[in-house]
């Protein structure tokens, strides 16, 4: 049976914000850029459901991290953390919007979401698999958000634009800095550790999607 991935992000601690309103301005001015850059990458387009919160069905996991990180850069300050759930979807694809739709993959996904929202995590994943066989992708997903914490300043910016394809001298004019500044970060260890361990978790799952589960055992 055909495996989709789900997922589902929302505002951390959206009730205690002050600016309440302005926020979920920016939240759905910043789904619509998110619709519009990664098009290619949906089957049901981000989608509010509550006020916080929005859901998508993902045709692939290609570039699932750098979807993730660029929305975390559009609403910077503002925090969100993210769940991903992978199943099956029993009911008729809704391809103008993610609602309306049933099934193990959307189960899932709320799985990962209200795991991450009871963990105090920002990225999580959630699996139909009752053999164990993706275990690893969901502990590694949790390394990286573990890792990602005590990043400060500019890394967030410097990791999504150099998924995104740029080079160094692109990324420096782009955010203002150096490009000495720019390759202290990606030189750093953990930076490239990261890099490798997001590009591990979305070619894995892409193989999970497509019924390719016989590596992971």
């Given amino acids: 049976m055909q495996r989709y991935a789900v997922i589902i992000g929302d505002i951390v601690q959206s009730r205690r914000l002050k600016n309440r309103t302005e926020v979920q301005e920016i939240f759905l001015k910043t789904i619509e850029k998110i619709k519009k850059e990664f ?17 998508a069905v993902l045709k692939r996991t ?11 850069s559009y609403i910077s300050p503002v925090v969100l953390r993210f769940g991903i759930g992978v199943g099956t979807i029993e009911t008729p694809i809704n391809t103008l919007e993610a609602i309306g739709m049933d099934g193990s993959a959307f189960h899932n996904a709320r799985f990962a979401i209200e795991e991450a929202r009871t963990s105090g995590i920002k990225y999580n994943l959630h699996t139909d698999s009752a053999d164990g066989s993706t275990r690893a992708l969901e502990l590694l997903m949790r390394w990286v958000d573990m890792n990602r914490r005590s990043w400060k300043g ?6 999504t634009l150099h998924r995104m394809g740029k080079n160094q ?15 202290q970060h990606i030189n750093k260890y953990d930076f490239s550790l990261v890099v490798e361990s997001e590009v591990c978790i979305e070619v894995r799952l892409n193989q999970y999607l497509a019924g390719n589960s016989g590596e992971y055992q």
């Fill in 39 to 55: 098009f290619q990458m949906f089957i049901s387009p981000p989608t509010i459901t509550i006020g916080d919160e929005f859901q």
């Fill in 62 to 72: 290609d570039n699932l991290f750098v979807l993730i990180h660029r929305f975390e």
């Fill in 154 to 159: 500019k890394n967030l910016e410097v990791l």
């Fill in 169 to 183: 001298i692109e990324i420096a004019k782009t955010l203002d800095i150096s490009q000495p500044a720019v390759s």
